[in-house]
């Protein structure tokens, strides 16, 4: 019995130390399994904010394009309104032009037909060409400057918005 007894310790012993062995064995998975979840978990949470992170930038930069893309619009119009504007004004200008030349070639025919001698004739012919050439040059300027007016103007807000771009999308890469 005495035979009996030791075997039945050692099998005692043996099975606590299996079960020790099976309950480490156990916990380790455990630990190893979770340790796992837990980067696993991580990962994904990295990853999704990675995710958000370039979508929220990807909204961002197409906003800032379209909002971009509709300031340049504006400009263009109001680019356009001012060349329109300034268009009217030379036309006016050169109508007015115009109608004075008429009236004054009008009024040198009406004088040309009342000479009595051919000094007279000269004198007259001259007056009016010192007259008209003065009078040439004179609209020609206004109209000149006018004409740089109009252009400065109507691509001022065109100027404005490709100093922008430089300012918003060339910048960032220069410095």
Known sequence: MAKSTANKAAMDAAASTMESVAAASKETVETFVKAGNDAATQGYEK?????????DSATKGYEQ???????????????????TKGIEALNAELMDFAKGAMAEQMAAFGKF??????????????????????????????????????ANEAFAPVN????????????????
């Open 47 to 55: 990853a999704f904010a990675f995710g958000k992170e370039h979508a």
């Open 65 to 83: 394009v379209a909002a971009f893309g509709k300031e340049n619009v504006e400009a263009a119009v109001a680019g356009a309104a001012a060349a």
């Open 113 to 150: 037909m009342s000479v009595k001698t051919p000094q007279d004739m000269i004198e007259l012919q001259n007056e009016f060409t010192k007259t008209s050439f003065d009078a040439v040059v004179a609209r020609s300027t206004k109209i000149g400057e006018m004409t740089a007016k109009v």
């Open 160 to 175: 404005d918005r490709a100093t922008a771009a430089m300012e918003t999308f060339a910048k960032p890469f220069v410095s």
